[in-house]
């Protein structure tokens, strides 16, 4: 049975970090590309950062350069570190199996003062 668990999320002021996880069990880890998804109030859920099985990794435009995307083979976990967090990127954040119908439950990052 697979499975995708976030964790992390949380209530943060602007300019500040939080770091989700993703943990997975169900499939083999190692062989699969992973991704996390966000999707704000009223919009469509849309791909924030993607990680390849070899490590490669790509970043929405507006999040380039502020999020981290990394993974531990070890844990069969995918993380998120997100620094200089703005209000926009309120969101539901959810984790992904690239390519298939598996989503996480999904966690919500509030950015307000």
């Known amino acids: 049975q697979v499975q995708l668990v976030e964790s992390g999320g949380g209530l943060v002021q602007p300019g500040g970090s939080l770091r989700l996880r993703c943990r997975t069990s169900g499939f083999i880890f190692s062989l699969n590309a992973m991704e996390w998804y966000r999707q704000a109030p009223g919009k469509e859920r849309e791909v924030v950062a993607q990680i390849s099985t070899l490590n490669v990794v790509n970043y929405a435009y507006d999040v380039k350069g502020r999020f981290i995307i990394s993974r531990d083979n070890t844990l069969n976990t995918v993380y998120l570190q997100m620094n200089s967090l703005k209000p926009e990127d309120t969101a539901v954040y959810y984790c992904?199996?690239?390519?298939?119908?598996?989503w996480g439950q999904g966690t919500q990052v509030t950015v307000s003062s």
């Open positions: 992904h199996r690239a390519g298939s119908e598996y």
